[in-house]
C-alpha cells in the first residue's frame, strides 16, 4: 500500500515538472524563425523603412551585379559614413565587370557572400552580422551594410566618417608646461592620441556600450600586466550594470558606477588632458573613455590626486612640493577663512591683536547686519557673480565677473552693507578656490563652506571644529573601487605620505602605489640611483693620445 502511493505521487511530482502543452508551443514559437532571419531583400528593405521611418538622411541604394546575377543593397546613414569610399570601394567593384575582371561572370546567389567579401569589396575593415537586428545597430554607429539576396549573413564595411573637432588646448586644466593636446568628442581620436603615448603591446582597449537609445560607446583603458584584475572585473561590473536609456557624457557613467552617489566629494578623478591619462594608465589605473566628451574618467582615486596638477611632474621637485605645500593651505583657506573669521568676531574676540580688533570694530561700526548675514550675502554675491561669468560669452565673462565683483563690493562698502575687512576675507577665499587645481573640488569647498558659516554664528570655532570632523569622518568612510578615499593617510606608509607633500625625483620613484594592489609595481630600474655625475678635472684636461701622433 505505502509502495503504491509512493509511486502515484512520484508520477504526480514528475508529471508537474512537464513542460504543459501551451509552455511547449511558447518555446517552439521562441525557436522559429523572425523576420530579422528572412534572407530576402525585399523584406528586409521593408524591414529597414518599417523601423527606422521616412528619415532623410537613411540611404538605401539598391542594385544588380553585373550581368544582373545578384540583387544587392547598400544601406547607411548619411553624414555618419564616407560616401566617396561607399562608391569607390563598394559599389563600384560590384557593378563594374572591369575592375572585377573574372568575378563578374563567376558571381552567383550561392557564392556571392564569399566572392564580395574575400575578392571584390576593398574596405580596410569588414566584419560580419547575423542579422538585421545587429547590422542596424552597427549602421547607425558609422558603418556601411552590404545585404545580399538569398544571404543570410549581412557584410559590414568599416565606412566611419564624421565631422569632428579639432585637437586643442585642455581649457579646464590648463598648465604652464606640458602637452598641449587635449581629447576631443571623437572615440578613435582619443585612442589614437594614447596610442602615440603609450607603444605597449599590453596596453587593452576594452569596448563596451551603455544606454538603451544611444548605444554609447565606452572603452575601458588599462596595461593589462598592471592592472588590479579585481579592480578591472569591478569596473566592468558595474559599467555592464548600466541600465538606462542615454548616455550622452562621462558624467551620467560617473554617478551610476562612484562608491557613494551622494556624497558631495568627487570620487572619481576626470580628465581631458592626454598625458594625465597617459600617467594614470601607466601607475596601474584604468580610464573609462567616452564617446562624445573629451573629459575621461580615472579609477580608482584618493583625494590628494584632486590637490596634484599635470606640471608637478614637469618642474623641478623643489618646485613642485613648495606648490604642493601652498595647495595644502589654500584649501584649507577656502573652505574655513570666511566661517573662522564669523567664528571670531561673533564670539572670540579676544584672540585678535588689540589694534587689529580696534580696525575691524571701528570699520564693522554702522553696519545693519550681524557678521554671518555679510558673510552669507557677500558668498551668495560672488557665487552669483562667478556663476554669470561662466555662462556669458568668454569675451564679455571674465569681464563682467571681475567688473561686477569689484563695483558691487565698492557700492555695498559706500552704502555701508558690508563691512570692507569681509570683503576682503570673501574675496581672498574666492581667489583661494580658483587656485584648486580640479574644478570639482573647488565646487565641493564653495558647498561646503556654507554650513560651516552658520556653525561659526551659533557655536564659535567649536562649532566649525565640530563641521571639519563631521567632514573629516565622511571623508574615512569613502572609498573608490576598494581604495580608501583618504589613502595613503588611511592603510598608507610614511614614505607614500611624504609624497603627498614632496614629489619624489624621478630616479627615485622606483615602484607604484602600494594601495592600488597592482600585478607589478615596479616601474624602473633601482640603478638609477647612481646619477650621472660631473666629471673630474683629470678627464677635463685629458687629452687624446691620437693628437699626440698627429
Known sequence: MKKSVFSILKKLFIA??????????NNYAAKKPSDDDSPVLARRLQLIKERLGESNDIIVRKFASSGDRVDMAVFFIDGLADKKMINDNIIQPLLSATIVNNYAEKLTPRNAFDLAKKHIVSTGELTEAPDLTQAIAMVLSGDTALIIDGQQKIIICGTRMWEKRALSEPEAEPAVRGPREGFSETMRINTSLLRRRIKHEKLRFEAMKA???TSTDINLVYIEDIVNPRTLEEVRRRVAAIDTDGILESGYIEEFIEDAPLSVFPQIEHTERVDKAAAAVLEGRILIMTDNTPFMLIVPTSFFQFMQASEDYYERPPIAAALRVLRLFVLNFALILPAAYVAIVTFHQEMLPTQLLLSIASVREGIPFPAVAEA??????FEVLREAGVRLPKTIGQAVSIVGGLVIGDAA???????????????????AN????????????????FPLII??????????IFGLIIILIHLAGLQS?????????????????????????????TLRPRMLGLKERRRQATNLWA?????????????DPGDENA
Open 16 to 25: 508537474g515538472r512537464r513542460p504543459r502543452p501551451a509552455q511547449r508551443d
Open 211 to 213: 544606454g538603451r537609445r
Open 376 to 381: 552669507l550675502i557677500m558668498e551668495f554675491t
Open 413 to 431: 562698502i559706500r552704502a555701508g552693507l558690508v563691512s570692507p575687512a569681509m570683503v576682503i576675507i570673501v574675496s581672498a577665499t574666492a581667489i
Open 434 to 449: 580658483f587656485a584648486l587645481p580640479a574644478f570639482n573640488v573647488a565646487i565641493t569647498l564653495r558647498l561646503l563652506r
Open 455 to 464: 556653525l561659526g554664528a551659533v557655536m564659535g570655532l567649536y562649532g566649525v
Open 481 to 509: 573601487f576598494g581604495v580608501p578615499y583618504l589613502t595613503p593617510l588611511v592603510h598608507g606608509s610614511a614614505g607614500d605620505m611624504i609624497k603627498i607633500v614632496i614629489r619624489p625625483p624621478w630616479w627615485m620613484t
Open 531 to 543: 646619477r650621472p655625475a660631473p666629471p673630474s678635472e683629470r678627464e677635463l684636461t685629458h687629452e
